[in-house]
């Protein structure tokens, strides 16, 4: 099944500017990269690329994802690089709901901080974690 992908406007105003302005062209490439992913969705589950942090059987599935920058040596997973997503099963589309380098959330738990951005900027999604 193909997904339509958005990138939410937190995501695009927050973290994917710092990815932007560290990686410049490559960071075009790597969205292109991540959206072409997100938009078969369910292949990266098969591979263990992405994890289901939600009930995998509701409409509505909080995922993570790892992702590497395009024209580097390091791995998806050694790379720190996240995405958080909110599958929507009934309307086929993949939200982006974060992008980010784990220590981009300052320290503590990385799930704790990402747990918490969601909460507060995205209310629609609070209930399910």
Not at 22 to 42: C, F, G, N, P
Not at 82 to 88: D, S
Request: net charge positive; glycine share 4%.
């Amino acid at each position: 099944m193909k997904y339509e992908v958005l990138f939410e406007p937190f995501t695009e105003r927050h973290y994917i500017r710092t990815f932007a302005k560290k990686y410049k062209s490559a960071w075009d490439l790597t969205s292109s990269l991540i959206r072409e992913e997100l938009e078969q969705i369910d292949i990266l589950f098969l591979k263990s690329i992405a994890e289901h942090i939600t009930d995998r059987q509701a409409d509505i599935v909080i995922c993570k994802t790892e992702f590497k920058i395009a024209g580097t040596q390091i791995s998806r997973h050694a790379s720190g690089n996240r995405c958080i997503v909110a599958m929507h099963k009934k309307t086929n589309q993949v939200k982006v709901l974060l992008v980010y380098y784990k220590n981009d959330l300052g320290g503590g738990s990385e799930t704790g901080n990402w747990i918490r951005l969601i909460k507060e900027n995205y209310k629609e999604y609070a209930h399910l974690l």
